[in-house]
């Protein structure tokens, strides 16, 4: 086995011929170390403290935390000086390696004495969370870890950038003894079989590996409640900092070309929402409402315009977590942005972040029309500066991004789809106002990557959790365990009608949860004529019946081929009549200008049919005089009727407009499933909610939706404990080591 030096260790490949003499600096391991480390400072620097706070974790020690995160950065890639990785990075990138590299920084911290006694000491109990965060930076070592069946490696201890990561190391923690120097490289075999018992600097993988989960098996049962916290914390920080780090290193190519510090500063500790721009953002949409453009010289908001009592409630609640529980049209968005506003103003926070997360990709787009660009928000509120982009990433993609580096197409791919999040995520840094999905903030949960690559821009923010009822159990989970989590962010969450046992749970894990229920005068007003038609007949009457008075028709289908054919049927009977078919499958810039027009259309005089699927459901601001709908679930169902009759209000109250709920069609073939995208189960509870509603005989209010919905609670209580242990972002499936 050759152990002769290599010229440089790398941290990543680079394309030679465009570097033939010698690597570019954001290759070399010495200087991505560097700035690793320096990345992990400054995020301390500048949001450590709220950070922490946000977690409860307010009697951390700052500086002590400061030099843990600074060692954190160091150790994350002290394995990568190995002969598997410094190959995979310039010959061989389908090798199998013997193990990972951030296995290899554990082994060699934790049982290498030497090191060991050098470090530990300066970093007292800092020490282990500091190392754990270190070996989950890639989201892989858990107690399944296994060596794989390769050929032995050397860890070149012996090497002067080896050395000289030790001395910087060393400096940053002020070490009172100098750091070993190692003479003779580390060899690492798979077993005892293998090793080379004359060499005493030879190793068994397995035996090694197997002592470092008992030694981690034990010290587990050790670990307070608040050190998970600060773990997931330093966990989470410190992958942030490789992504930065590895992206802006890329972009500046030499190391005096760029600067960790300056950027995470200029992204994170300079760029915010102040009340001036929630204020342009409210005024605009105000005189949107109003249908009017607004005159160059006119006030903020339109004359005659106020605020409803319960936005104004809303946006006063003091309480970390408040849940606004009021149907369709009450304006919650609204409310929700005077909430952010009020925040920014009670914190002070200059660099204050708003996310706004809605369930699905497509009424997320919708909203962010309506309120952010539609509103005339600046586009510098709305859209990242960031200078990252895909090419200077792609040439230093990580190697290690999949697990199954043989299947060259599935690591090819999986590194892609790493770097898209990695820019994804970076965008959001220096991004004041989100629109995003729930999952791109709740993800973190679950270490998901674009979450924790986000991070520190999610962790900066107040957070609005819209349409909450829709989330399904591992999300709501989610939910439950991020507010567990971050017990002092500020979060808004947003419902038309919540179950009861949803409710319990929010209140067990948030005792402090402020509830404040809709206008009852929006919330008991009479709106739907509910009907169970017993053929496509009767529906066509419908239709012709509204259509002859001038009306407008929304249908909404559950799948987009279905709404394809009901949009056919309805151009062939109503010639004469205009017809608009509306989805997710258009492509997005031929959406934006559709979604302007269906809305005008709606908003005319003339009579109307548009034909939907779910994107109805939560993203187009209309008012139908007659709703058919496809059976759903009951949120869906629910969210569907707030676009009937939605201009009906206390002051100025219309007839209620009928609702027809459609039974599904029959199976078109043996494979079929008419209830997808819904469960059976779904489908069974609506029936029921129907039954219950029907029951009722009398035209309905969205007060009325919501308590048959409540009344279909399950018996059993949620799982918050199985929420918790779910959340492996701290609890790691049960370990604080991070799987």
Known sequence: M????????????????????????YALLLQHNR????????????????????????????????????????????????????????????????????????????????????????????????????MGHHRKFDCDTQASEAPALTVWLNHPDFRQMLVELGERLELKTAPPAFSEPLIVAPDNRNRDNRNPNAVSARRALQDLKEDFDDLREQLAPEWSKRLAVMKALGIAADVAASAIAARGQSAASYSLDTFVRETLGHVGLDAADFDRLIGEWAWKATGQPRPSDAPQLPPGFAFR??????????????????????????????????????????????????????????????????????AALTHSRSTVDLKALAETADQESDVDASNAERAAQRALDDLRDKIEALSLWDTPLVVTTADTVLGLMANARRPLYAFPAIALSAIV?????????????????????????????????????????????????RVIAGPPAYEQLPRYKLRYPSSPEEVWQAVADCIAQGGKVLWVRNRVEWANETYAACRERFPKVEVNVYHSRFRYRDRSKLHHYVIGKFKGRDAQILVTTQVAEMSLDLSADLLITDIASVPALIQRMGRANRRSTPECPQPPK??????????????????????????????????????????????????????????????????????????????????
Not at 482 to 508: D, E, G, I, Y
Not at 679 to 696: F, G, V
């Open 35 to 134: 700035d690793v480390a320096q990345a992990c400072t400054a995020l301390v620097e500048v949001i450590g403290r709220l950070v922490l706070e946000r977690a409860g974790l307010t009697e951390t020690d700052i500086e002590a935390f400061k030099k843990a995160m600074a060692a954190v950065g160091w150790f994350e890639d002290l394995g990568k000086a190995n002969s598997h990785f410094q190959a995979m990075v310039t010959k061989a990138p389908q090798l199998i390696q013997l193990l990972r590299h951030e296995t290899l920084s554990g082994l060699l911290l934790w049982q290498n004495k030497a090191l060991r006694e050098c470090l530990e000491p300066a970093l007292g109990e800092w020490f282990i969370p500091a190392l754990w965060a270190a």
């Open 465 to 513: 959790f819209d349409e909450i009822h829709a989330f399904d159990d591992r999300l709501f989970g989610h939910l439950l365990a991020f507010l567990q989590f971050f017990p002092k962010q500020p979060v808004l969450l947003m419902t038309a009608s919540l179950p009861q046992h949803r409710l319990a749970a929010l209140q067990k894990v948030r005792p402090d949860l």
């Open 309 to 378: 009592p319960f936005q104004c409630e809303v946006a006063a609640s003091e309480r970390f977590v408040t849940l606004a529980c009021a149907g369709c049209g009450s304006g919650k968005s609204l409310a929700a942005y005077l909430w952010a506003q009020a925040w920014q103003r009670r914190t002070g926070q200059t660099n204050f972040r708003l996310f706004f997360c809605l369930p699905t990709t497509g009424t997320t787009t919708e909203h962010f029309k309506d309120y952010a660009l539609e509103a005339g928000l600046s």
């Open 658 to 739: 009928p609702v027809l709920v459609c039974p599904l069609p029959p199976k078109a073939d043996e494979r079929d499933n008419p209830a997808l995208p819904y469960d059976a189960e779904d489908i069974t509870a609506a029936e029921l909610w129907i039954e219950r509603l029907l029951s009722l005989e009398k035209p309905l209010s969205q007060r009325d939706l919501a308590d048959a919905f409540g009344s279909l609670s399950p018996g059993k209580d949620f799982d918050v404990e199985q929420a918790w242990k779910a959340a492996c972002f701290v609890s790691g499936g049960g370990k604080p080591v991070p799987a």
């Open 2 to 25: 050759s152990t002769a030096l290599p010229k440089y260790l790398l941290a990543k490949s680079y394309p030679q011929t465009k570097f033939p003499q010698q690597p570019p600096d």
